[in-house]
């Protein structure tokens, strides 16, 4: 699996670059601003256009950096995407367009389709798509089918939304045990059934509640944001589709692991993320005991 940082900020870039394990950037509109305020606060002059050339050079050739659009209707993310691709890509030949799958809001303005249609036309172009904001198989498959080179499914958002619905405190960083919630679920739903009496099979089919517990800590059949990964995996090694797999919305270590037993192709890392990987307090412990036994010969 390919791991890709997913970050704005160049002193990252850098030092994660430096370990030897970066594929690629991702970046959006959000990180970009909050990057170059960050330097702006330590009195040094940037302009964003200056700060996104640096990130590109910085990164280098043959490792994907993901620009954002922020356009919401197709001809104007077409027409952005062609002027960020165009001014950035020479410098490494490296630059991906991110487009969302979906700019519909509720407050009206784009309709449901405006981002299959930028995408559809930029990968015509050959313009590198990378879809972003996928929070089901159906809208992975939908942007494999028109032309995009990498689909990004949130699955720390998609833990996010189950757990609100099933009323869970949480904290952004902490792991969905998403295992044990469907022990509990169908725990629970054996109970209910068992409470059941004799009932036909068609008025079990047909038990609103039953259907209430087969769907409890579920986001239309997907029960976390690693299975929404495993299925868009799945359904493109089904039918050989080429479109590469980046799990986005990454939240702990422990996700990563489990993205790539899915099968994502790529997983993009937040750097404090990164930093957690690499610890385990009993590798500290066994270098502690190894420098304290050490013969003097080997010192």
């Known amino acids: 699996m390919k791991i890709f940082i997913d970050t704005a900020n160049l002193d990252e870039i850098r030092q994660a670059c430096s370990w030897g394990i970066v594929d690629g950037v991702t970046t959006n ?15 040094r002059k940037i302009d964003i256009e ?36 165009h001014k950035f890509n020479p410098l490494a030949g490296n630059v991906v367009i991110k487009i969302p799958i979906n700019t519909y809001t509720r407050m009206g303005g784009a309709s449901h389709y405006e ?27 939908l942007a494999a089918k028109a032309g995009a080179r990498y689909t990004s499914p949130f699955a720390g958002r998609v833990d996010d939304y189950i757990r609100k619905k099933l009323g869970i405190q949480f904290k952004k960083q902490d792991y969905f045990d998403f295992d044990l919630m469907q022990k509990i679920t169908k725990d ?31 986001d239309n059949g997907i029960f976390s944001g690693v299975h929404l990964v495993e299925e868009i995996v799945s359904i493109y090694q089904n039918y050989q589709i080429t479109t590469e797999v980046i799990a986005a919305s990454i939240r702990n270590g422990q ?16 750097f404090n993320v990164m930093e957690e990987m690499i610890q385990h307090p009993k590798t500290v412990e066994g270098i502690e005991t190894f420098s304290r036994d050490v013969v003097p010969e080997y010192r």
């Open 255 to 270: 996700q990563v692991r489990e993205v790539a037993l899915a099968g994502a192709h790529i997983a993009t890392i937040p």
């Open 29 to 43: 509109p959000s990180l970009i601003k909050r990057a170059v305020d960050q330097v702006k606060k330590e009195k």
């Open 50 to 85: 200056s700060y996104i050339k640096e990130i590109i050079l910085t990164v280098g050739k043959e490792r994907p950096v993901s620009l954002e659009v922020i356009s919401l209707r197709a001809q104007e993310m077409i027409e952005e995407a062609k002027l960020l691709y």
């Open 188 to 218: 629970k739903l054996t109970r209910f059934m068992d409470s059941s009496g004799e009932r036909d099979a068609a008025s079990l089919y047909l038990d609103e509640k039953i259907k209430e517990w087969k769907d409890l800590g579920k």
């Open 115 to 141: 981002g299959l249609q930028a995408i559809t036309h930029l990968s015509r172009e050959e313009i590198p798509v990378n879809t972003t904001l996928i929070m089901s198989p159906e809208q992975a498959l």
